[in-house]
């Protein structure tokens, strides 16, 4: 297993473009985290999935933020009308499996900067 | 609700020196407490944990122990290499609803010298 990747590793857009991050989980984990990470800051928790449910969202995830994971695989979290507070690291990480079902793996991130 | 403080950075030491980050929690319940590490380009990784009160969490010669009574778990390590140089981040989780959420402290750079 290769672990968890994300696309892009890094994203500029302009302020007002959307934007949309891809992850993919190590494959038997059927537990998805988004988090956001700012500049001196540790991450932040943004939304979980279990399996393609969404389960909790976090108030920093205002509703120009949207996410989603279809079958269960990959995930998806889409900025739209981004602001330049949107730049940031965005984080996934996945859980399940066998060995250490809530161990989170992260994956590198997606930096994204907003001109 | 839930929180972490850990000591502010950065922490510049010379190779072979003791290390110590401070960390603190305020949390409810009986949480785990983690320690992850950010190399320079890379993902976080899980350094070490503990999952309930006096469990010492090791890991590549860095050690910290979850202490209840002073909520605190702070990281050591006896002897730090150039190699250790990183941002270390301390964490606190809860299983609640089937799965849990990380909240971390601000992270603490270490800066290895030789």
């Known amino acids: 297993d290769t672990g968890v990747s994300q696309n892009p590793r890094h994203k500029i857009t302009k302020r007002g473009q959307n934007v949309t991050f891809r992850c993919d989980p190590i494959?038997?984990?059927?537990?998805l985290y988004w988090y956001r990470q700012t500049l001196g800051q540790g991450p932040e928790f943004l939304t979980y999935?279990?399996?393609?449910?969404?389960?909790?969202k976090s108030r920093l995830l205002s509703d120009r933020f949207s996410a989603e994971r279809p079958k269960g695989s990959f995930s998806t979290l889409e900025i739209q009308r981004t602001e330049q507070g949107d730049s940031a690291m965005y984080l996934c990480a996945s859980s399940g499996g066998s060995r250490d079902s809530y161990e989170q793996y992260f994956g590198p991130g997606t930096r994204l900067t907003v001109t | 609700g839930n929180s972490v403080t850990q000591m502010e950075g950065p922490v510049t030491l010379s190779e072979e020196a003791f290390l110590t980050i401070n960390c603190t929690y305020t949390a409810t319940g009986y949480p785990s407490l983690f320690w992850y590490v950010q190399y320079p380009g890379e993902g976080l990784q899980l350094l070490l944990k503990a999952t309930k009160a006096d469990d010492k969490g090791s890991n590549k010669g860095f050690e910290a122990t979850y202490r209840k009574e002073t909520t605190s778990f702070h990281l050591e390590k006896g002897s730090v290499q150039v190699s250790d140089s990183a941002v270390y981040f301390c964490a606190l989780s809860s299983i609640s609803g089937g799965y849990n959420k990380l909240i971390f402290g601000a992270g603490t750079r270490l800066a290895v010298h030789p």
């Open positions: 999935f279990q399996n393609e449910a969404q389960l909790e």
């Open positions: 494959s038997e984990h059927n537990r």
